[in-house]
């Protein structure tokens, strides 16, 4: 049973960048495939990056590709979102979410993850 706990936000400005951590405990870490949503005020949570169970396959969306990148350390439980080119827009809480590999259906589907860690802030300033 997978907890998860995400660090690594904070305050940056514009153009600047961050890495965020998700840790995990539980069992056979490299059976979850692992996303990042994010939650920006007054709008509903969205996908932002998906990895597989092995890291060999990564998913994005239109907005965060080319400048963030997700990727994942089994030996350590922990998968990472590395944020560069940091724009205003891109203020949120983003969430760590994971499932098992064999059942998840769409990596940018919310409903398809079971775990989900409490989030951290990310605020870019201009």
């Known amino acids: 049973q997978a907890q998860l706990v995400e660090s690594g936000g904070g305050l940056v400005q514009a153009g600047g960048s961050l890495r965020l951590s998700c840790a995990a405990s539980?069992?056979?870490?490299?059976?979850?495939?692992m996303g990042w949503f994010r939650q920006a005020p007054g709008k509903e949570r969205v996908f932002v990056a998906g990895?597989?169970?092995?890291?060999?396959?990564?998913y994005y969306t239109d907005y965060v590709k080319g400048r963030f990148t997700i990727s994942r350390d089994n030996a350590k439980n922990t998968v990472y979102l590395q944020m560069n080119s940091l724009k205003p827009e891109d203020t949120a809480v983003y969430y760590c979410?994971?499932?098992?590999?064999?059942?998840?259906?769409?990596?940018?589907?919310?409903?398809?993850?079971?775990?989900w860690g409490q989030g951290t802030q990310v605020t870019v300033s201009s």
């Open positions: 979410a994971a499932e098992l590999q064999y059942r998840l259906r769409d990596y940018a589907r919310e409903g398809a993850y079971n775990y």
């Open positions: 539980g069992r056979a870490f490299s059976s979850y495939a």
């Open positions: 990895i597989n169970w092995s890291g060999g396959n990564t």
